[in-house]
């Protein structure tokens, strides 16, 4: 198939493009698209569901987790902070989030080979640098084991903080995060057998127009 | 909102590298193609089609990375808005854009030929796209979409899972494009039935637009628990933002529906003859510069200075090379808080990989061993020996690499700052003896180990020195490419350029160029691993069938990756006690059997089931030289995972070191770019390289049997059990290598 179009413009054009407009395939440039939000989705967006709000002193502390539900691994832990009269969101405290195994530890997480460096650490700081919503403070966060935890949420210089009971899920198989890689040459070299299949169909002879 | 907290808000954007990285190859694509077509019907595709699929393409990238995105959690009304962007803005953009003609032209050629092309004249996936775009299919998935994703569980779903919210979204986009294609009929779609029955199709997809919204405006509860609970970021309470969100929908939804729908109602009434298409005028002024700027991008790419260049970065390799030979003997030994534990088995291997798969053999041209060896050739003088002939052949530097894998194991050079120092004293020593005393680049051609890597993984990569043009070599009387003249030296590897196919033993020196007299010689794209197939016989090297050695290199370099990556990770390690065996007594056999013993048993079974489906019976070992090349692509995709995962998760390293050796006060609490997504890009080019090694096989076989399917299955199913191995030592725990993370 030649598809170089030649230079003589339009009074050529439709025999040129004959071929291309018989093969038109509408759903080709809507898959291509698509295709474009079904990449595997690995890192976790901050924000996902609220798990705790309350509150304390003079400030309103909503605490988010995604993903939800928590499941033991990686997760990303996020903290709004507002004055609890005006709803004015407050942007200048330093917030760290302490995250601990409240009874005997369930399932242990699994953890990419890459990311094992990553201990868990007793207290994440939390800040807008690690955070898409600038106005929460964000800390990634590796959940080592699932079961009940005690969040506890620092901020301020007043050793104001909010104390809080999540659960967390047993992890995620490993491959469900991964599927798409492992899918891909299964699913591509059925296309190009396919393709191959197709290639050795007779050529139908083409009206003239 | 106080000032501080609107500029927070309006700073909250998302880097999202995958959908930026497809938004832009759709742009670039439409562009390339549209600029061909504009040259050739630019009454067809005026510059303002190339504006509305940009505008499309930025209309999607704001909608998902803005602000937008980040507060969809907070407030429906800007939830809505969000999704109104992807449904009533994005898709008539991209469609008024014509985007299918420039699309198919924007890509590769072949690709659209060979790969696309059997599928588009594909009678059931042209069925299905008549289905999918029938106005009463469109119509029912636009509105079914519109109304399943707002029922609350599914709403609920995709605000907690970000997964699922790409699945809303695709959702959305995908059932808007094909809605809008029944209105736009983008060219050069045909109109097969009236037009006026578009005005019923927007009519009533906005009457069920018209009634969602007047739900969400009306109805007194809140709908979705998320925004109940959200911290209110606004003086909207959640009721009133649902409200709001019902009017957006409502009255930017509507316009969307209306403004078609009316101006297609005064061109159906206002209707005349179809005039015959307009004659071809020139190209815009925009399409010209366009053209010019892409041509302008294009021919500064070869231009690349490399000849130059390659002084400096020889001389720059020499100086880290010094740097890391006197940090290994006099700095701690400690391999992350030496140069020497650092940047050889961190840094350098994986930006040499990571050259290989994006430009070529990007090492050797730098090799400061060269440099070394051309100032020991000065002062030996040019009196030099043959290179001996039983020693013209792969077999020493198979075995040095095997002796090599086996020694990095078994005393773990990686962790031992003096031995690597020493090892690269040796590795200078032994170039300059070499080929101080032999002709030619005998240590590159007959010894080098990292060359020979280079060589073989460098088949896989995307550029070669090669010729110009075949005409020019015909009429040439001097060969200086080879000879040499006064002032250059040809190929010293005794590739002769003509003749030469492919990257095997080619350095990348540059020596060629230089030498040609009629500037024939150039660094040139090729298409990845298209010499494996290739049966015609090289220069110099002959016919992959006729090198069992080269079959040899191949198989340790390709086994070896496997091992290499194996030996770190915590199931294999835990077998040395677990037998009773030392660590080098355990590594020693572990060697012996994945680069001897399953090498050798698996090709040779491999060789001998292909045997019987091939054209002519040539011998089994004949069969294995030819089919075991096409394993070097999974190889290389195995080093590469490995590699990169070191890069990556030792990414700062060198800060520290390099911090101590200026005689500064170091940090070792170094910031790493490990992230679990790194997993993907593991598997990734494992899967590139899989794939990679399969076509290659089925060329092979291709080439050599009237049955290539059954020739290929015997190599095919030993790339498979390669692969799964592979993808099962890239999901266990790993040592943490060239990092203070035991
Ligand atoms: S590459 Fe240059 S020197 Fe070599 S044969 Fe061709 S024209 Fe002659």
Redesign the interface.
Known sequence: ???????????R?PAC?AG??????????????????????????D????LA?EVVGAC?V?LFG???PLRAG?ADLSV?L?DAAT???I?DRSVTIQIQAAANPGSEAWV????????TTDAASAT?AG?????LYAANVLLSSSGPHEVTIRFGDGGESLHTQVAIQPPAP?LA??WA??A??PL??AG?A??QR??R?PVPSRKRE | ??S??AA??F????FEP??VA??LL?AILYARGWQ??QS?????FPPWRLGCFLGGIVT?FFALTS?L???A??LLSIHMVQHLLLTMVAPPL?LLGA???P???GLP?RL???????????AP??A??AF??HPVTAWLLFAISNVAWHTPPLYELA?????WH??E??FF??TA??FW?NVILPW???QTRPRWIVIPYLLLADFQNTALAAFFSFYDRVLYP?YA?????TDLNALSDQAAAGAIMWVPGSIAFLIPCGFIAVQFLSRKKTPP????RRAAASGILFAFLISKFKSALPRLPLTKLRRPLQFALLLLAALVVWDGFTGPQVSAMNAAGVLPWTHWRGLTVLALVFAGNLFCLSCPFMLVRDTARRIFGSRQLPWPHFLRNKWLPVALIAIYLWAYEGFSLWDRPWATAALIVGYFAAATLIDGLFKGASFCKYVCPIGQFHFVQSLASPSEIRIREPDVCRTCRTFDCIKGNATRRGCELQLFQPKKSGNMDCTFCLDCVSACPHDNVALQRTLPASDLWNPAPRSSIGRWESRPDLAALVLVLTFGAFANAAGM?TPIQSLAPALGLSHLAFTTLFIAISLVFLPLSTTFAAASLTRPHERTRASVLRTLAAYAISLAPLGFGMWLAHFV?HL??ASHTPIPVFQRLFGLEPDWTVA?W???????IE??FL?AG??LT??AAWRIAKNRSPRPLRAALPWAALAAAL?VAG?WI?????Q?RG?L?P
Request: charged share 10%; glycine share 6%; with cysteine.
């Open positions: 198939m030649n598809f170089a179009l030649p230079i003589d413009g339009e009074r054009l493009l291309l407009r018989a093969q038109r395939s509408p759903i080709a440039f809507p898959a291509f698209l698509l295709s474009l939000f079904l990449v595997p989705q690995i890192a976790f967006a924000g996902g569901a609220v709000q309103r909503t995604s993903p939800a990686p709004m507002q709803g004015a969101p942007l990419p080979p890459c990311c094992s460096m990553k201990t807008h955070a898409q919503n600038k106005l490993p995060a991964y890689f492992l891909a040459p591509l070299i190009f396919l393709n197709l290639r169909r | 909102m106080n501080d907290a927070a808000a700073a909250s954007w998302k995958g959908l497809g938004l759709a061909r077509l050739r019907a630019p009454h067809r999607i602000p995105d980040a507060f959690n907070f991209l985007p299918w003609l699309i198919l032209l050629r659209t030929a060979d790969v696309l092309g059997p599928f588009l004249t594909w996936l042209r299905a796209a999918l775009t605000l907690h899972s970000t997964g790409r699945v979204h695709g986009l995908g494009l094909l294609w050069p779609t045909h998320t609970a959200a911290p209110r970021v298409p307009p004659p071809p990770i995962f990556l998760t790493s490990a992230w679990p997504g790194l997993l993907g598997l990734l899967d899989f794939l399969l076509y692969y993808t890239i999901f266990q725990p790993m943490m990092t993370t």
